[in-house]
């Protein structure tokens, strides 16, 4: 019915050129991972500057992260996934959606604790951050594992597919 509406898809499967999932959610894991780093060396040096760095870089994740899954929930639909790598797609799409609440919940912590007292940082939300990079470092294996092992949109595993090589 609305196939008329939708440009052609090309090799990789997709209606633009190559997949943006990937190059917008890079910018929200550097952002949280340099956030996480800021926190603790501004903790370790008293430069309390870094605490303001840390707080501009969570906002900025927190409003790229629902970017990167608007994109990621396309480009996921429009995978050609195989039996082989659904648990794996499923479980980062959790990740994904989790991730979306957790970072915005930490950020409006972050945003009282920074009204209170923008030159300490309680032990508790410096832990919440450690917790993050293990999710954050999670996800980024999951997301490697669907590119370089599955091959999700790349052409040869998009080809073998069409062909019916792989079901």
């Given at each position: 019915m609305f196939d008329n509406?939708?440009?052609?898809?090309n090799e990789h499967n997709l209606p633009y050129p190559d997949t943006i999932h990937p190059i917008v959610v890079h910018f929200v894991i550097a952002m949280v991972l340099f956030a996480v780093v800021c926190d603790f060396v501004g903790?370790?040096?008293r430069n309390y500057k870094?605490?303001?760095?840390s707080w501009w870089n969570m906002c900025f994740a927190t409003v790229s992260i629902f970017i990167a899954i608007i994109f990621g929930q396309i480009e996921a639909g429009l995978a050609l996934a195989y039996d082989a790598v659904e648990s794996t797609l499923?479980?980062?799409?959790?990740?994904?959606?989790s991730l979306s609440g957790i970072i915005a919940a930490i950020t409006g912590w972050r945003y009282?604790?920074?009204l209170r007292d923008p030159l300490r940082l309680p032990t508790s939300y410096l832990a919440v951050g450690l917790v993050l990079t293990v999710i954050v470092c999670f996800q980024v294996y999951l997301g490697d594992k669907l590119v370089w092992v599955y091959g999700l949109h790349t052409q040869p595993v998009v080809e073998a597919i069409k062909q019916g090589v792989l079901q």
């Amino acid at each position: 019915m609305f196939d008329n509406l939708l440009p052609p898809l090309n090799e990789h499967n997709l209606p633009y050129p190559d997949t943006i999932h990937p190059i917008v959610v890079h910018f929200v894991i550097a952002m949280v991972l340099f956030a996480v780093v800021c926190d603790f060396v501004g903790l370790a040096t008293r430069n309390y500057k870094l605490y303001e760095v840390s707080w501009w870089n969570m906002c900025f994740a927190t409003v790229s992260i629902f970017i990167a899954i608007i994109f990621g929930q396309i480009e996921a639909g429009l995978a050609l996934a195989y039996d082989a790598v659904e648990s794996t797609l499923s479980l980062h799409t959790l990740i994904g959606w989790s991730l979306s609440g957790i970072i915005a919940a930490i950020t409006g912590w972050r945003y009282i604790i920074r009204l209170r007292d923008p030159l300490r940082l309680p032990t508790s939300y410096l832990a919440v951050g450690l917790v993050l990079t293990v999710i954050v470092c999670f996800q980024v294996y999951l997301g490697d594992k669907l590119v370089w092992v599955y091959g999700l949109h790349t052409q040869p595993v998009v080809e073998a597919i069409k062909q019916g090589v792989l079901q």
